[in-house]
């Protein structure tokens, strides 16, 4: 293959592993701790993670064998970074939880004024 269609390769593979990446966030973290989260967090790290597959892609294809420094090095960081995707769904997942449970389990009646009785 040219420099040119792997370039074009690698665009798609980011475009896809960008659909992917939000697919599998929002079902395995639960949509509700996405709506909740800061929209930054969502961005950097939906796209460096992205970003980290292509890479990785490219090392393996640039190298005979499967495994070498360079790919080991772009798994790591995808490894970290997933691991850091669900440190920030779990905090955002908690403070769904949290804000869900408001209610203090009292029961309210909702009287009319003394004298205003209809049969009195």
Same mark, same amino acid.
Request: net charge negative.
């Given at each position: 293959m040219t420099a040119k269609?792997?370039?074009? %390769? &690698? #665009?798609?593979?980011?475009?896809? *592993?960008? %659909?992917a990446i939000f697919t599998v966030w929002s079902e395995v973290g639960g949509q509700a701790a996405l709506d909740l989260m800061y929209w930054a967090w969502k961005l950097g790290l939906s796209v460096s993670l992205a970003l980290c597959?292509?890479? &990785? $892609?490219? *090392?393996v294809v640039a190298q005979?064998?499967? =495994?070498?420094?360079?790919?080991?090095?772009?798994? #790591?960081? %995808? %490894? *970290?970074? !997933?691991?850091g995707m669900g440190?920030? $769904? =779990?905090?955002? /997942?908690?403070? !769904?939880? #949290?804000?869900e449970?408001?209610? $203090? /389990?009292t029961i309210s009646r909702l009287c +009319? +004024? #003394? /004298?205003?009785?209809?049969f009195s």
């Open positions: 269609q792997l370039r074009l %390769i &690698y #665009a798609f593979e980011f475009l896809i *592993a960008m %659909i597959f292509v890479l &990785y $892609t490219a *090392a005979d064998s499967l =495994w070498s420094v360079r790919s080991a090095r772009w798994l #790591a960081l %995808i %490894i *970290a970074i !997933a691991l440190a920030v $769904t =779990w905090y955002y /997942g908690m403070q !769904a939880s #949290a804000a449970s408001d209610e $203090t /389990g +009319p +004024p #003394a /004298g205003h009785f209809p």
